[in-house]
């Protein structure tokens, strides 16, 4: 054991990390000796042979298909032709057979723990190879086969059901046995992987870096997780104890552990959300970026609708692609669909960001997803199409294009350089201090911060309403600026010409005109960035802003040619007079066509800007006309259901027919017309403004389970996906987690870090020990986790186990220190494991009252009713429950003699109440007379005979009762709730009898 407890002030050598950690991970060129998850195929058809990996990892191999489990897709299983009939495979042998395995591939059945455990070359079983290397599809005999491969109780597949029950308890494997360690070396070791682990979840958690340049133990800065480990140590005595000592090579604090530690924590996220998902359908939403080592990252989330009705979009995994055509996403893609055990048959809905590669009509992913899967509609993202709405707006005329091209120049002179920015925040600092001592603005939170000027970017939403804002508010600093760069004569620019073109106002006339339309545009791109927006509520906003422009069209200009005119008067910009003409624009003067100034900016300026943006709105949001989204939006709630549609919501059970059976759409109009007549009544759903409201309504008052079917359909819009917007805030985590300080971090581990930093909320709430044990499992540990193991009366103190691991107590024992204070007992947590207990209490005095019985007949002739007496009290008082009358609690009492308390004992102790079977069985006696009585008209005098044994029990046992009644009552000091719970028991199972 000195291996494990050693002390270490005692050896000579120093602490060095390169003592602790092992070595570098190898190549995979070792002639497969390290393991590769992307080998753990979900298609058991698919599936490399155990025996076909190297011999040193296939214990790894194995241990990964086990966390994995048995493939038992949901899909719709094809039929065969078996003669005259049509036979396929059924999902009800999931259930009955565990071991059972679907291949889509094949359409064929395997056996997990055959595939797992059966030794090549061994003698054949029944069905042996069958359901491990050919797969079974004879479904007609299905009935007979599958029973039969697992045979008796010596069969092959038993035998590897037992092997991989013994495989998976590794204190039973030979190296465990060889290295088995004390109850305290497996306590220390916990300590040291508990630190470890928590290190490590809050290093994740912030994003932050693991490893140091120099990991040496004389190293200033061993990295973020060892300076922690080391911080750790410094400030908890019990955590330096054990890692001080725990041998050299079992830290937990080695590169492979942390690895090791980080996949488990991704794989429980994972899990969650899988949990979550079940077998709901889905959508999928994926983008692709560059990340900071020059690599293909390809993303992928899910969107679905929970156990809550909310429709909620989980971070799946980040693939590293070779390239980004659409065979080749296609294929990550159907891998990565694969490994997660997730059919694309599921899939409802796909979204992009539009790129060429992904976004076609014949060659491209979301075609090819479609030839396999009808069901899967995509939908261009809504956010992406509004930023391209803006992108083409800012070039739809010369004068508007020529416009954001002196602002970019403006952007780039007054800021361009460290000392005009310093310049520009140091003059909009004292512009802001005047306007305070004069009382134009006011402070605020969030109000009035540094700020400086932005360029605008065609990939960036809203970009370009940023820059414009930000030019309006520093405007005096700008053209400040502008001045300092002119009068510097040391580097010719353009300041000066830059300056005249500021104060035009044709300038301002555009600034403002962009401004308007942009805050517009801008205020739906934020609503369309939200996670639980659906494709119904993004249509209408979408028509709400198409409004909202042609109202700004018919009656927006005189209000905002006023609004231009008193900017210009307070920058001291000239207002030219609108009945001056001018020549046309992009045309000679020598051909002499003149225009009003009023015609310019009105006709060729106003009206065409918002001409094109509409056009453009109306070429690019065309999902309205679409029949699907036609019908979904009968769904509406919003002002009471105004476009239900009963014909249009029974055509999209047609067109997902995959999804609705001909049962089922020969119920959905009545099951339409029931919902509708009481929704329109129920007053909770007069608050209902979308579908997800919708939605998580009918899941709170219960409506999707009265109306599944109505609810399907609102399930089927809501997965519909509207943006990519929670795809791109991942390439944000992307940038946070892979930085050119971290360049070179492998992708399985990058994929883990992202998942758990993505989904933080769920890493957060995740459980040390299940972590810890998925850690256990996946590898052979030098060390197991120690057993569970709580107060046990017999040695008479507490053992201490993992946090947060809920195992169960010895059957019937409680320790009584669980239940004391500071000030002694604690009532209220006494009272709470009481009420628990009643009903055990309850039969034990039924029980005994039984033996009272049995007693009394045989001592009724020979014995004087004084010993009886005595008999009945004796059998009484051991039914008492008796505790400190001394802390204020109940006594049971026989008359007005209170039980003497010098030999109490503690309440949780249940050595008073042995329960006794016999008020069990009675029970159970009477129930099966009672279900003899209801069928034995058939046989009346048997029926007679069992009548009359009853009612002499029935009679009995109210003898019983009203003796106890009445020899048994609660004393006034010392009543309580629970002695008048109990005798309440006692009244009902009286009621109850008769």
């Known amino acids: 054991?000195?291996?494990?407890?050693?002390?270490?002030?005692?050896?000579?050598?120093?602490?060095?990390?390169?003592?602790?950690?092992?070595?570098?991970?190898?190549?995979?060129?070792?002639?497969?000796?390290?393991?590769?998850?992307?080998?753990?195929?979900?298609?058991?058809?698919?599936?490399?042979?155990?025996?076909?990996?190297?011999?040193?990892?296939?214990?790894?191999?194995?241990?990964?298909?086990?966390?994995?489990?048995?493939?038992?897709?949901?899909?719709?299983?094809?039929?065969?032709?078996?003669?005259?009939?049509?036979?396929?495979?059924?999902?009800?042998?999931?259930?009955?057979?565990?071991?059972?395995?679907?291949?889509?591939?094949?359409?064929?059945?395997?056996?997990?723990?055959?595939?797992?455990?059966?030794?090549?070359?061994?003698?054949?079983?029944?069905?042996?190879?069958?359901?491990?290397?050919?797969?079974?599809?004879?479904?007609?005999?299905?009935?007979?086969?599958?029973?039969?491969?697992?045979?008796?109780?010596?069969?092959?597949?038993?035998?590897?059901?037992?092997?991989?029950?013994?495989?998976?308890?590794?204190?039973?494997?030979?190296?465990?046995?060889?290295?088995?360690?004390?109850?305290?070396?497996?306590?220390?070791?916990?300590?040291?992987?508990?630190?470890?682990?928590?290190?490590?979840?809050?290093?994740?958690?912030?994003?932050?870096?693991?490893?140091?340049?120099?990991?040496?133990?004389?190293?200033?800065?061993?990295?973020?997780?060892?300076?922690?480990?080391?911080?750790?140590?410094?400030?908890?005595?019990?955590?330096?104890?054990?890692?001080?000592?725990?041998?050299?090579?079992?830290?937990?604090?080695?590169?492979?552990?942390?690895?090791?530690?980080?996949?488990?924590?991704?794989?429980?996220?994972?899990?969650?959300?899988?949990?979550?998902?079940?077998?709901?359908?889905?959508?999928?939403?994926?983008?692709?970026?560059?990340?900071?080592?020059?690599?293909?990252?390809?993303?992928?989330?899910?969107?679905?609708?929970?156990?809550?009705?909310?429709?909620?979009?989980?971070?799946?995994?980040?693939?590293?692609?070779?390239?980004?055509?659409?065979?080749?996403?296609?294929?990550?893609?159907?891998?990565?669909?694969?490994?997660?055990?997730?059919?694309?048959?599921?899939?409802?809905?796909?979204?992009?960001?539009?790129?060429?590669?992904?976004?076609?009509?014949?060659?491209?992913?979301?075609?090819?997803?479609?030839?396999?899967?009808?069901?899967?509609?995509?939908?261009?993202?809504?956010?992406?199409?509004?930023?391209?709405?803006?992108?083409?707006?800012?070039?739809?005329?010369?004068?508007?294009?020529?416009?954001?091209?002196?602002?970019?120049?403006?952007?780039?002179?007054?800021?361009?350089?460290?000392?005009?920015?310093?310049?520009?925040?140091?003059?909009?600092?004292?512009?802001?201090?005047?306007?305070?001592?004069?009382?134009?603005?006011?402070?605020?939170?969030?109000q009035l911060q540094e700020t400086n000027l932005t360029r605008p970017g065609d990939t960036r939403w809203g970009s370009h309403q940023?820059?414009?804002?930000?030019?309006?508010?520093?405007?005096?600093?700008?053209?400040?600026?502008?001045?300092?760069v002119e009068r510097d004569g040391r580097i010719s620019s353009a300041a000066g010409g830059l300056i005249e073109?500021?104060?035009?106002?044709?300038?301002?006339?555009?600034?403002?005109?962009?401004?308007?339309?942009?805050?517009?545009?801008?205020?739906?791109?934020?609503?369309?960035?939200?996670?639980?927006?659906?494709?119904?509520?993004?249509?209408?906003?979408?028509?709400?802003?198409?409004y909202q422009l042609i109202a700004l069209r018919d009656h927006g200009w005189e209000d905002f040619l006023d609004e231009v005119k008193k900017f210009c008067e307070a920058k001291c910009v000239p207002v030219p007079n609108m009945d001056d003409e001018i020549p046309c624009r992009s045309r000679s003067r020598r051909e002499r066509i003149m225009i009003t100034n009023l015609h310019h900016y009105r006709v060729e300026l106003f009206y065409v800007t918002i001409d094109q943006i509409i056009v453009d709105m109306n070429h690019r949001f065309n999902e309205a006309t679409t029949e699907i989204l036609t019908c979904f939006s009968c769904l509406d709630p919003k002002n009471n259901f105004p476009k239900f549609d009963t014909n249009k919501l029974f055509r999209l059970a047609e067109i997902y027919d995959a999804d609705f059976s001909n049962s089922d759409r020969a119920l959905i109009r009545g099951q339409l017309e029931t919902y509708i007549l009481q929704v329109r009544r129920h007053a909770a759903f007069a608050s209902c403004k979308d579908v997800a409201s919708l939605a998580m309504k009918m899941v709170e008052t219960g409506k999707h389970l009265v109306f599944p079917l109505v609810y399907k359909l609102i399930e089927l819009v809501l997965i519909l996906p509207v943006s990519t917007a929670s795809v791109e805030r991942s390439f944000s985590a992307m940038k946070i987690i892979k930085s050119k300080l971290r360049n070179k971090i492998g992708d399985e581990w990058f994929n883990h870090l992202m998942v758990c930093y993505t989904e933080r909320e769920i890493f957060k709430g995740l459980n040390d020990d299940t972590i810890m044990r998925r850690f256990q499992n996946i590898k052979t540990r030098k060390m197991n986790l120690p057993r569970h193991r709580n107060y046990c009366p017999k040695k008479g103190k507490s053992e201490s186990g993992p946090r947060n691991h809920h195992s169960s107590r010895c059957k019937g024992k409680y320790s009584s220190g669980k239940y004391k204070s500071k000030g002694g007992f604690n009532k209220e947590a006494l009272k709470k494991k009481y009420l628990q207990k009643a009903k055990i209490k309850e039969r034990v005095f039924l029980a005994s009252l039984s033996d009272l019985d049995h007693d009394s007949d045989d001592i009724v002739s020979s014995s004087s009713d004084e010993e009886t007496e005595r008999r009945v009290e004796d059998k009484l008082n051991r039914l008492c429950f008796i505790t400190d009358t001394a802390g204020g609690f109940c006594t049971m009492a026989l008359g007005e003699d209170v039980v003497d308390t010098n030999d109490n004992k503690d309440i949780g102790d249940d050595t008073t109440f042995e329960v006794l079977p016999a008020a069990d069985d009675l029970a159970v006696e009477i129930e099966e007379l009672n279900a003899a009585l209801a069928s034995q008209d058939k046989l009346p005098r048997q029926a007679s005979r069992e009548r009359r044994e009853f009612r002499s029990k029935y009679e009995s046992m109210l003898r019983e009762l009203e003796s106890a009644r009445a020899s048994v009552e609660v004393s006034d000091e010392t009543e309580c709730d629970e002695c008048a719970l109990h005798m309440s028991n006692i009244n009902t199972l009286q009621t109850n009898l008769s």
């Not at 500021?502 to 005109?513: D, P, R, S, T, Y």
């Open 1 to 446: 054991m000195r291996r494990f407890l050693v002390d270490r002030s005692l050896l000579s050598e120093p602490q060095g990390q390169g003592a602790a950690q092992p070595n570098p991970p190898q190549a995979q060129s070792r002639g497969g000796s390290e393991i590769n998850l992307d080998e753990i195929v979900s298609d058991p058809a698919l599936r490399k042979p155990i025996h076909e990996y190297a011999p040193e990892i296939r214990d790894q191999i194995k241990r990964a298909y086990i966390l994995k489990g048995p493939t038992q897709p949901i899909v719709n299983f094809p039929k065969k032709k078996f003669g005259d009939s049509s036979r396929a495979f059924q999902q009800a042998w999931y259930k009955k057979f565990d071991w059972l395995e679907y291949s889509v591939s094949k359409d064929a059945a395997f056996c997990f723990y055959c595939f797992l455990f059966k030794e090549p070359g061994r003698a054949e079983f029944h069905g042996f190879d069958v359901f491990n290397k050919l797969g079974f599809n004879n479904w007609k005999m299905a009935y007979k086969s599958l029973p039969e491969h697992v045979g008796g109780i010596n069969s092959g597949h038993n035998k590897c059901v037992e092997q991989c029950d013994d495989f998976k308890n590794q204190r039973q494997s030979i190296s465990s046995k060889l290295s088995s360690a004390t109850r305290e070396a497996e306590e220390l070791y916990q300590t040291r992987l508990t630190s470890s682990l928590e290190c490590l979840m809050f290093l994740i958690g912030q994003g932050m870096a693991f490893r140091g340049h120099d990991e040496s133990s004389s190293s200033l800065n061993k990295g973020n997780f060892l300076e922690m480990i080391d911080w750790y140590k410094e400030h908890n005595e019990s955590v330096r104890h054990a890692f001080n000592r725990g041998g050299l090579n079992c830290q937990m604090i080695s590169p492979k552990i942390q690895k090791d530690l980080a996949r488990c924590c991704a794989e429980e996220v994972t899990d969650v959300i899988m949990g979550e998902l079940g077998d709901r359908h889905f959508s999928i939403l994926i983008d692709e970026s560059r990340d900071i080592s020059v690599k293909e990252q390809m993303a992928v989330m899910l969107r679905y609708v929970n156990n809550q009705g909310k429709v909620v979009e989980r971070f799946l995994a980040l693939q590293h692609v070779i390239d980004t055509t659409s065979e080749s996403l296609k294929v990550s893609l159907l891998a990565l669909l694969d490994k997660y055990n997730l059919s694309i048959s599921k899939i409802r809905g796909q979204g992009y960001d539009g790129a060429s590669n992904m976004r076609g009509e014949f060659n491209v992913l979301q075609r090819k997803i479609l030839e396999e899967n009808p069901y899967a509609t995509y939908v261009h993202c809504f956010a992406h199409q509004l930023q391209l709405v803006v992108v083409s707006v800012a070039s739809c005329c010369s004068s508007i294009r020529d416009f954001f091209d002196y602002v970019s120049l403006i952007v780039t002179t007054a800021s361009t350089s460290c000392k005009r920015r310093e310049a520009l925040v140091e003059h909009h600092h004292e512009r802001l201090l005047l306007l305070l001592d004069s009382g134009e603005v006011s402070t605020g939170r969030g």
């Open 466 to 484: 940023k820059t414009l804002l930000r030019i309006e508010l520093m405007w005096d600093s700008v053209i400040e600026v502008l001045g300092i």
């Open 501 to 546: 073109k500021m104060e035009n106002f044709k300038f301002v006339f555009i600034l403002k005109l962009m401004g308007n339309l942009f805050s517009i545009t801008n205020d739906l791109s934020q609503v369309l960035q939200r996670k639980d927006i659906n494709i119904i509520h993004a249509i209408d906003l979408v028509d709400d802003v198409k």
